[in-house]
């Protein structure tokens, strides 16, 4: 009996434990490579089959090494496994996420003990995938790991363009914290020295039914690594083969291609395709356990059992068979076919707040109110630098309308790091010493800057400390908080020019990604959503015409992330990517929505804004059939909706606009329940 080890390195060397929770609002410890150690040698796959001397490898010292137990088989029948198995784990054919070192060396532990490699390293593509962060770089890492055209020579995998990993990192509320870790994790994964060169399996020409992977194909060679996909994917379709069969041959380029539509887009990651060669290692014995005789067979699992069986070459029946196996494993959303023409004629392009305000005339008066208040140093300096730096900044950037031509074609200020952070300082300052009453200039400043995408996206970097935005919400906090009346009132016009500030948060994709973010520290779905409650409830029009304003850019937003996931969109130039989805937060919103719409009976714009904020709440929300569709019942939704049309709903004669009446009673037929 010989003593099996699985050796296991973090390829993000520390990055990951350190940095996930704030990309990804998920923690994961590592990214793991395994290799299997066993006969005195360590076993791994990168570059095609590689062998060294145990801790020898380019990974260096491995972070953790698991007992596996014990192989009774000898080195030798080892040795004719892995050369076997070659062919199948070529340097063409490795993927991050898809077909890596974990999946070798899963394979190798299942023929050499029976087991498996630990679920918690088995798991995590998936788990990084689940996120909104892993979704929006699936299709970066894709890219870097293309397979090669069927008759082309092999290339090495490129490293992808710079521009592709900074449109993919933005899914990350901190980019350039994204971009680092991706940065780290393909340069390890593509390292092909090592501190003692290992030597590499003998090459030979590949197999005719495992020259090229057209998709994201498993491929299995024994029984433990098909039970554990069949564990992990609740839709998988296992495609039974052999090198000799020519009837193989015809029928892999459509299995191939069903697995490459299926495991991109809105299907990525979902289902599982699988290749056992009856011919290879231990495929034989696989097939055995199915009871397949004959190649090619297919079979297809749902949930891991097996629930139909399709021999020979039949196309059009093996795409029936599949589209079966996920319409049954991931049945459409009702609302995918609903007919909604008003809600879909919403724009999901945000609400922003864009007037330019005569710029001198609100430092003056911010200026007044620092003088008046205190000549602390800090306060003094907090004035300088708004009015030698930022008040520059915001004329040239946001130029009076009557500037000429030339002097509005280009700012002549940047919005440079340096302005940003010392801009942020004083802030800080102010905020900490000027009553809100007198805080709502500086806002002001504030809220025409975050239409600036420079601006936008500092304040999404760990650059950005101090964080204004957390001094101005934590301020807003304290106004809404306060039993004071006269602090209540003289806060007003500071809550409101917050709310206009949030609401502008949105006109760029990586700010708007951060609001809604539940990961820390930069994340502000808490925090805003804090706010958004308060203040539609507001008694003062106008602050709940500015938070239903905000509330329909947080639904817009939503929205618009479920519709580009329907359509299989990915996120890159100009596309927002996935928002987290949350069941609570959800409800929360729509709660608070309802509630406003039924209190609500002076402001035909502030109804408008909410039901087709609630519209996008609850179209195409993975909640809708949980706790949403019975508490809309509960909260006689239907009903709330449709007494905005009666008389003394919204004004005299109840509401009077075409559009918005033919939208409330649409939302009230078609996405409430009775």
């Known amino acids: 009996m010989s003593k099996v080890q699985l050796y296991v390195y973090d390829l993000s060397n520390g990055l990951a434990r350190q940095l996930s929770r704030q990309l990804t609002g998920r923690q994961i410890d590592g990214i793991w490579h395994t290799s299997v150690v066993v006969f005195g040698k360590e076993v791994f796959y990168g570059q095609g089959i590689l062998i060294t001397k145990p801790g020898q490898s380019h990974h260096g010292t491995p972070l953790q090494v698991i007992d596996m137990g014990e192989t009774a088989l000898d080195e030798e029948t080892f040795d004719e496994y892995l050369a076997e198995i070659r062919e199948h784990y070529t340097a063409d054919k490795y993927h991050l996420l898809e077909f890596n070192c974990n999946s070798f060396t899963n394979d190798c532990i299942g023929f050499l003990t029976g087991g498996s490699i630990p679920a918690w390293i088995k798991d995590l593509p998936s788990d990084f995938l689940s996120t909104p962060f892993g979704a929006a770089l699936r299709p970066t890492i894709d890219a870097m790991f293309r397979r090669p055209v069927p008759g ?14 900074q449109q993919a990192a933005s899914a990350s509320p901190d980019p350039a914290l994204a971009s680092a870790l991706l940065q780290a994790v393909a340069s390890q994964a593509y390292q092909t020295g090592s501190l003692s060169m290992p030597t590499s399996l003998p090459q030979r ?21 098909l039970h554990g996909l069949l564990q992990s994917h609740r839709a998988a379709v296992v495609f039974f083969t052999s090198a000799t069969c020519g009837p193989c041959r015809m029928i892999e380029p459509v299995f191939e291609d069903l697995a490459h539509q299926k495991t991109h887009g ?8 699988v290749k056992v060669d009856m011919a290879m290692a231990m495929g034989g014995q696989v097939g055995a356990e199915w009871g397949v005789r004959v190649t090619p067979t297919f079979l297809f699992f749902l949930d891991g059992k097996k629930t139909h069986e399709l021999k020979g070459v039949n196309a059009p029946e093996l795409r029936t068979q599949v589209d079966l196996l996920l319409y049954q494993a991931f049945p459409p959303h009702p609302h995918a076919k609903l007919s909604v023409p008003s809600v879909e004629a919403l724009s999901t392009n945000p609400i922003l707040f864009t007037q330019v305000p005569a710029l001198d005339t609100v430092s003056t008066k911010l200026t007044s109110f620092v003088d008046a208040a205190s000549n602390a140093a800090t306060l003094q300096t907090a004035k300088q630098a708004l009015s030698s730096a930022v008040l520059p900044y915001l004329k040239s950037r946001f130029p009076d309308k009557n500037a000429s031509a030339v002097a509005t074609k280009k700012p002549t200020v940047p919005a440079t790091p340096q302005l940003l952070t010392t801009w942020a300082a004083a802030t800080t300052n102010l905020v900490n010493a000027l009553p809100p009453a007198q805080l709502f200039p500086l806002v002001d400043m504030w809220r025409l800057a975050v239409l600036d995408e420079p601006v936008a996206n500092w304040l999404v970097s760990s650059a950005a400390k101090p964080d204004p935005l957390d001094a101005l919400l934590q301020r807003a906090f304290g106004v809404l908080d306060s039993s004071d009346p006269a602090q209540k009132a003289g806060g007003r016009n500071y809550l409101l020019t917050v709310l206009r500030t949030l609401a502008n948060g949105f006109a760029h994709a990586a700010l708007c990604k951060t609001l809604l973010s539940r990961a820390s520290p ?29 509330a329909f850019n947080v639904a817009a937003t939503v929205q618009r992330s479920r519709v580009e996931k329907l359509r299989g969109v990915t996120a890159g130039a100009g596309l927002l990517g996935e928002i987290e989805e949350d069941e609570e937060w959800e409800v929360e919103l729509v709660c608070v929505v309802l509630e406003t719409l039924s209190n609500e009976v002076t402001s035909e714009e502030v109804v408008h804004r909410l039901v087709a904020a609630l519209a996008f709440l609850l179209r195409l929300s993975p909640s809708y059939e949980g706790q949403l569709a019975s508490m809309l019942e509960v909260l006689q939704s239907r009903e709330t909706l449709k007494s905005k049309l009666a008389k003394g709903g ?3 004669s109840g509401v009077q606009k075409a559009e918005v009446r033919k939208l409330i009673e649409e939302v009230a037929e078609k996405l409430c329940p009775a």
């Open 205 to 225: 020409p590949p197999a005719p039914g495992s020259s090229t992977v057209a998709g994201p194909i498993h491929m299995c060679t024994n029984a433990p690594a």
């Open 266 to 273: 809105r299907d990525g990651g979902r289902a599982a395709f």
């Open 650 to 652: 919204c004004g005299e």
């Open 152 to 165: 082309a020579a092999p290339v090495p995998p490129a490293v992808p363009a710079p521009e592709a990993l």
């Open 522 to 550: 930069r994340g502000k779905r808490a925090e805003l959503t804090r706010v958004v409650v308060a203040t539609l409830l507001h008694e003062d029009a106008t602050v709940r015409t500015a938070a239903a304003s905000l």
